[in-house]
């Protein structure tokens, strides 16, 4: 797996212009610029429902794998991206302006007018969350574990950089190319 030092120079520019500080930058032509996700967790949700009840709700919502354990927890396994926050790309290039999730499986990324050497980025997610019934009934407490995959490839030379993250649901993550990840908060959202 190479680094960016490995890469080539307009794909290492590439990924730079992409990361360049977490704070949010402003567009100007032909430029991407970066938003850092916005998406909060609670360790906790309020909830009257019951295991089976919070189960019903999460496969209402579109999640399939669902099952409620044995000692009435509830756990959701995912490659759902809607369960991740990695905020926002905003491009602007060719006279078109593009804004998008981070989170997006696949986006092309252009740097350079003409497009000399677009990239190809790619995120995968993987997610595993875990609703343990409150001892006193009130909700459940929210365990969360992500990992976020993301590779840059040159559309030209074919060359690739992968960075991978993993972090729980009150963790903020960061991935090679300075961008962040956090929970999106959804199974609380769906839930409470």
């Known amino acids: 797996m190479p680094g960016i030092a490995a890469m080539s120079p307009r794909l290492a520019v590439l990924i730079a212009l992409v990361a360049a500080g977490c704070a949010e930058m402003p567009v100007g032509e032909d430029r991407i610029a970066y938003r ?3 998406a909060e967790s609670a360790a906790r949700v309020a909830t009257t429902k019951d295991s089976a009840g919070v189960a019903q ?6 999640f399939d794998n669902v099952t409620v354990l044995r000692d009435g927890s509830v756990r959701l396994r995912s490659d759902s991206a809607a369960l991740v926050d990695c905020g926002t790309i905003v491009q602007v290039a060719l006279g078109n302006r ?3 999730p981070a989170t997006t499986a696949k986006a092309v990324l252009i740097a350079d007018r003409p497009p000399n050497d677009p990239a190809v980025r790619s995120v995968r997610t993987r997610s595993e969350v875990r609703l343990v019934p409150l001892a006193d009934g009130s909700g459940f407490a929210v365990g969360e574990a992500h990992r976020v995959t993301v590779t840059y490839t040159s ?6 950089s992968h960075s991978s993250a993993a972090f729980d649901g009150t963790q903020v993550a960061r991935l090679a190319d300075k961008s962040s990840c956090r929970s999106a908060g959804l199974v609380q959202d769906i839930v409470g």
Do not use: H, M, V, Y
């Not at 709700?57 to 579109?62: D, E, V």
């Open 155 to 160: 559309a030209l030379t074919g060359r690739s």
């Open 36 to 38: 850092p996700p916005a």
């Open 57 to 62: 709700a999460l496969r209402a919502a579109g």
């Open 98 to 100: 593009a804004e998008f």
